[in-house]
């Protein structure tokens, strides 16, 4: 059985868990996202996964265009290592693989700390609560891998949130998530350094003057805001003087990697 497991992680999360499941099946091979994208031609699998978050109940964009290029699998998995709260997203991801003529054999959810500033951020016990379970975890995943089971997990998020507070917002914002990086700004604390360039999974930062400029193609995937070294970027005035957020097992330089053309 070979295994190709693909990931998409702005602040290291998903490439975290990713690598845990790639740990425990033999020969499984990581791959990133924002690279296989690139290429031309279509991914023929034996068994594919697929470790990404979950942005306002919905498949990262990127995400869902590389689900377009998988051209014919025996198996598909896929874990969103978000913050827990899958909403609607269980129900969408599987219309989503089938209106792609794909079965998605398993849907996960690996709970993991939240990387959303402006909302809230997972406090540190609770952040240690959450990695304390994920070997455990890994090892359900790997056994619904290697068995090739069905399984759906549940959205864990009540009827209300899921449709109407912040559901309905969610479903608005997530049409628009790609222009959203026009409340970004930057502080001069910045440097000019760079690192959010680079850790910009497409290209959506030029470094210009010495500082950032967004260009209207974001995933909202916040590597840029949470990877900065002097915290310089700000959402409007959503994120100041709150805590940034990246996993402590995951390096600027594994993104980096990720994103690079
Ligand atoms: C714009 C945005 C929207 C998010 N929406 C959700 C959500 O609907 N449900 C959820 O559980 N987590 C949500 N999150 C949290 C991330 O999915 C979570 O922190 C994830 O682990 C980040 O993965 P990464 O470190 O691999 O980038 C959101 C994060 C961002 C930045
Ligand atoms: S990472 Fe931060 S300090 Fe470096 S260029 Fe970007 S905004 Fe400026
Ligand atoms: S601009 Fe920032 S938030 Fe948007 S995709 Fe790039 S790194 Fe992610």
Redesign the pocket.
């Known amino acids: 059985m070979k295994t190709e497991i693909f990931?998409?992680?702005?602040?290291?999360?998903?490439?975290?868990?990713a690598q845990k499941i790639r740990d425990k099946i033999q020969g499984a091979k990581l791959i990133s996202i924002p690279n296989a994208i690139k290429q031309e031609e279509g991914i023929k699998g034996d068994t594919v996964g697929i470790?990404?978050?979950?942005?306002?109940?919905?498949i990262p964009h990127l995400v869902a265009d590389f689900i377009g290029k998988i051209e014919s699998a025996e198996y598909i998995f896929l874990v969103?290592?978000?913050?827990?709260?899958?909403?609607g997203?269980v129900k969408d991801t599987f219309k989503l693989f089938a209106s792609q003529s794909l079965k998605l054999s398993a849907l996960i959810?690996v709970?993991?700390?939240?990387?959303?500033?402006?909302?809230d951020i997972?406090p540190e016990d609770q952040q240690k609560e959450l990695f304390d379970n994920l070997e455990v975890r890994v090892e359900e995943i790997v056994q619904i891998v290697k068995n090739r089971r069905n399984f759906a997990d549940s959205s864990?998020?009540s009827f209300f949130r899921a449709t109407i507070y912040?559901g309905i917002l969610?479903r608005l914002?997530y049409n628009r998530?790609n222009i959203?990086d026009q409340e970004f700004i930057v502080d001069k604390k910045c440097t000019g350094c760079g690192i959010c360039k680079s850790v910009c999974p497409v290209n959506n930062i030029s470094i210009e003057k010495d500082k950032p400029v967004w260009h209207k193609n974001c995933q909202?995937?916040?590597?840029c805001l949470?990877w900065c070294p002097e915290e310089a970027i700000e959402y409007g005035n959503k994120t100041q003087g709150i805590e940034r957020?990246?996993?402590p097992y995951?390096t600027v330089k594994d993104i980096i990697q990720s994103s690079a053309e």
């Open positions: 990931y998409f992680s702005g602040t290291g999360n998903s490439l975290w868990v470790v990404c978050p979950i942005y306002m109940y919905n969103y290592a978000g913050a827990g709260e899958l909403g997203g959810n709970p993991m700390p939240n990387n959303y500033t402006p909302y997972t864990n998020t912040p969610y914002g998530i959203m909202q995937c916040y590597a949470q957020y990246h996993n995951i």
